[in-house]
């Protein structure tokens, strides 16, 4: 299995409050991936890196950032979590933007 | 937009039976990726299709790319309750679209009861 770690994997949190998503890779790729997925929708791209410090915007962005200062790390934030960010997110990496990616085993959050 | 639409979204089957899962889009994908996800885990790849027309094998699951390289098919032959999961297909866009991401379906939701 690729080395991706995501934490926490749990958490609850209450509306108006910041959250930070990490996930962690050990396979040095050079692309990397925040994904949320809800019923009914799939999985939808939030923000995705090609490079330390190099990032741009997925489908639903708003209301998230993100950051990359080493090509290990990627770090999602919910400024100020609202409801309707309640969900699963999903990191994943991959060599290239139209390769196979390898996703980690998810963070599932609820915002109250 | 781009979009891949999988059917049938939910597909509940008795072990031993056959079934198969299409992915279809009006975009040509330069490759597609077949994926299976378990509760409370990540997406993992199955298979990667390349060429049109392409079929490839894993024990009892045969993929096929269409000829086009607009659609795609997972059949399941005497499918087994460890076959339970959620499908997605996914396909790099020719054109570049998506910014150059995969484009992911949302998914078939498989229950094979025993």
């Known amino acids: 299995d690729a080395g991706i770690t995501q934490s926490p994997r749990h958490k609850v949190t209450e509306t108006g409050t910041p959250v930070t998503l990490r996930c962690h890779q050990t396979e040095n790729h050079r692309y990397m991936y925040w994904y949320r997925q809800d019923p009914g929708h799939g999985l939808r791209l939030i923000h995705y890196s090609y490079g330390v410090k190099d990032t741009d915007k997925g489908e639903v962005s708003d209301g998230y950032s993100v950051s990359r200062s080493k090509t290990e790390d990627f770090l999602l934030t919910l400024e100020s979590a609202t409801s309707s960010q309640t969900s699963v997110y999903f990191c994943?990496?991959?060599?290239?933007?139209?390769?196979?990616?390898?996703f980690g085993d998810g963070t599932r959050l609820s915002i109250l | 937009t781009q979009l891949l639409e999988q059917s049938p979204q939910f597909l509940s089957i008795q072990e031993g039976e056959n079934l198969t899962v299409y992915c279809n889009s009006s975009s040509v994908f330069s490759s597609l990726q077949w994926y299976r996800q378990e509760p409370g885990e990540g997406p993992v790849l199955l298979v990667t299709v390349v060429t049109g027309g392409e079929v490839k094998k894993l024990k009892r699951l045969t993929f096929q790319f269409g000829d086009a390289r607009k659609d795609s098919s997972l059949h399941i032959t005497a499918a087994q309750t460890g076959d339970t999961g959620l499908y997605l297909c996914a396909g790099a866009d020719i054109g570049g679209g998506s910014q150059g991401n995969l484009i992911f379906g949302k998914g078939t939701k498989l229950s094979v009861k025993p």
């Open positions: 994943a990496i991959s060599r290239d933007p139209q390769e196979p990616q390898h």
